[in-house]
């Protein structure tokens, strides 16, 4: 069984940053990407950012230069430094693992959400 599990969301006014945290726990062989997306209200999810387990990113261009995706191997654990925030911003945003299981099972893992919130 795995689990991923998102911290970190709030309410912070524009221009202000936060930092989000997942982490995956459980039956887990290897990881081979973490990334998160967000949901906003009435709208679709949408990817965010990405990172290798060699530390390649991507972003979404909405985001380029003001979020930052980080993990760290050891403890299964991705983060996500949101600066510059903006209202369109808001939304919840969701946690995801590629991974191995150690029974050899290959899926792709979500965690419940954290909401970020976005308002003066």
């Known amino acids: 069984q795995v689990q991923l599990v998102e911290s970190g969301g709030g309410l912070v006014q524009p221009g202000g940053s936060l930092r989000l945290s997942c982490v995956a726990s459980?039956?887990?062989?290897?990881?081979?990407?973490m990334g998160w997306s967000r949901q906003a209200p009435g709208k679709q999810r949408e990817w965010v950012a990405t990172?290798?387990?060699?530390?390649?990113?991507n972003y979404a261009d909405s985001v380029k230069g003001r979020f930052t995706i980080s993990r760290d191997n050891a403890k299964n654990t991705v983060f996500l430094q949101m600066n510059s925030l903006k209202p369109e911003d808001t939304a919840v945003y969701y946690c995801?693992?590629?991974?191995?299981?150690?029974?050899?099972?290959?899926?792709?893992?979500w965690g419940q959400g954290t909401q970020v919130t976005v308002s003066s």
């Open positions: 995801n693992a590629r991974l191995r299981t150690v029974s050899g099972l290959i899926n792709t893992y």
């Open positions: 990172i290798t387990s060699g530390g390649s990113t």
């Open positions: 459980g039956t887990i062989s290897d990881i081979y990407f």
